[in-house]
């Protein structure tokens, strides 16, 4: 699986966007990229999805540069609610599909 | 929909005793896999199931082992427990390759 890589730790303004970035530049053409939050002692939380074309839901939207190698995961308003450990993961589709490999993610914190 | 369950939230035990952590899968669900999470750390995937058998596991020993029922809902059992097993243990499932739903999480501590 490709490996992921993300800042350790970002704050944000409460209302404002939040832009996480995420490198994954061994990524191969059949992963796709996924982000989870995990708010602490909760187990992880599914955010968005996406394997080329960018995407958009109610939670967030999803970035993808056209090499594939970097995304942006966007939280149009951060509320204090948002405050989480986000986790971007590269997921390839086969026999062990769900198995999701965790990095350190990034530490976010929304201030008042 | 009901989303995925597990049960017990918080568990207690001692040094050399095993555990049996339950879950339920999210309605529709075939398929189950657990983490580990320990303090500070990200999810380490232990073990997947599919159609009641195991395909796919991670770096952990065999006295980690599991169950999944006719129902989809699975069972995760540690013998043997050591100190290093305390831990954040999560379910999750998903149909097939779709988006992984995790559940709340069993929090062990082994003394």
């Known amino acids: 699986d490709a490996k992921t890589t993300q800042p350790p730790s970002m704050d944000c303004a409460e209302g404002r966007a939040a832009n996480l970035p995420c490198n994954h530049s061994t990524i191969s053409g059949n992963e796709y990229v996924y982000w989870y939050r995990q708010i602490h002692s909760q187990g992880p939380q599914y955010i968005i999805h996406g394997l080329k074309n960018n995407e958009t839901n109610e939670m967030a939207s999803l970035i993808i540069t056209e090499d594939r190698k970097s995304s942006t995961l966007i939280l149009p308003h951060a509320t204090l609610r948002d405050t989480a450990v986000y986790y971007c993961?590269?997921?390839?589709?086969?026999?062990?599909?769900?198995?999701?490999?965790f990095g350190g993610g990034t530490r976010v914190l929304v201030k008042p | 929909e009901t989303g995925v369950t597990q049960s017990p939230t918080h568990l207690i035990k001692t040094r050399g005793q095993q555990v049996t952590l339950r879950c339920s899968s999210q309605?529709?669900?075939?398929?189950v896999s657990w983490y580990q999470q320990a303090l500070g750390q990200g999810p380490q995937f232990i073990f997947q199931?599919?159609?009641?058998?195991?395909?796919g596991r991670g770096n952990f020993p065999p006295r980690f082992s599991g169950l999944q029922f006719p129902n989809y809902s699975s069972e995760l059992n540690v013998n043997a427990l050591e100190l290093d097993d305390s831990a954040l243990y999560l379910c999750?499932?998903?149909?097939?390759?779709?988006?992984?739903?995790f559940g709340p999480g069993t929090r062990l501590l082994v003394l």
């Open positions: 199931y599919y159609r009641e058998e195991e395909n």
């Open positions: 999750a499932s998903s149909l097939g390759q779709g988006v992984v739903f």
């Open positions: 309605s529709g669900h075939n398929t």
């Open positions: 993961i590269v997921r390839v589709a086969g026999a062990a599909g769900n198995k999701l490999t």
